[in-house]
C-alpha cells in the first residue's frame, strides 16, 4: 500500500458524499468557486513498523480539508455555516460505515474533526472543516 494510493482512494471516496463538486488528486494552485465545495486530503505524520518480516506497516494521519465557500461570499456568517452542517456530518457518517474505505486500507482508527471554521487557501478565506483520520496501511 503507498501513500498515492490511499490518498486516491479518499478522494474517489470524497467524490461520492452528498455535498462534494470535486475531490482531485492533484493538488490545485487556487480554488474555483465553480469546483466548491471542494475536498483536499494531505498526507500527514506517520509511524513505520515492520508487522512481520517483510511485511511493513504504517500508520498515518490523514488531514482532509473541505473548502466549502469564500468567507466573503453571501449574507453573512449562517449562510456559510449551515451550507457546511450537513457537509461535515455527511464526512463521519462516510468514515464510521467504511473503516478500510472499501478495501484499500487495512483499518480506519481515529477519526475527528475540528468543527466548522475559516480555511485559507492561496491567500483567500473559506468556511469550511478540517477531519483528521488515522489510517493503518500495509
Given at each position: 500500500?503507498?501513500?498515492?494510493t490511499t490518498l486516491a482512494a479518499f478522494q474517489a471516496a470524497h467524490l461520492t458524499i452528498t455535498g462534494i463538486a470535486s475531490?482531485?488528486?492533484?493538488?490545485p494552485a487556487a480554488l474555483n468557486t465553480a469546483t466548491l465545495p471542494i475536498a483536499l486530503t494531505?498526507?500527514?505524520?506517520?509511524?513505520w513498523d515492520e508487522q512481520a518480516i517483510g511485511l511493513k506497516r504504517q500508520f498515518r494521519e490523514y488531514i482532509i480539508?473541505?473548502?466549502v465557500n469564500p468567507a466573503a461570499q453571501g449574507e453573512g456568517v449562517d449562510e456559510g455555516f449551515q451550507e457546511c452542517l450537513p457537509i461535515i456530518q455527511a464526512f463521519g457518517e462516510y468514515y464510521l460505515?467504511?473503516?478500510t474505505l472499501t478495501d484499500v486500507?487495512?483499518?480506519i482508527g481515529d477519526i475527528r474533526d475540528e468543527g466548522i471554521g475559516v480555511l485559507p487557501f492561496a491567500g483567500i478565506d473559506y468556511r469550511?472543516?478540517?477531519y483528521h483520520v488515522s489510517v493503518?496501511?500495509?
Open positions: 500500500m503507498t501513500v498515492l475531490a482531485p488528486t492533484a493538488m494531505f498526507p500527514g505524520a506517520a509511524e480539508r473541505v473548502y460505515g467504511h473503516l486500507v487495512d483499518h469550511g472543516f478540517t493503518t496501511e500495509k
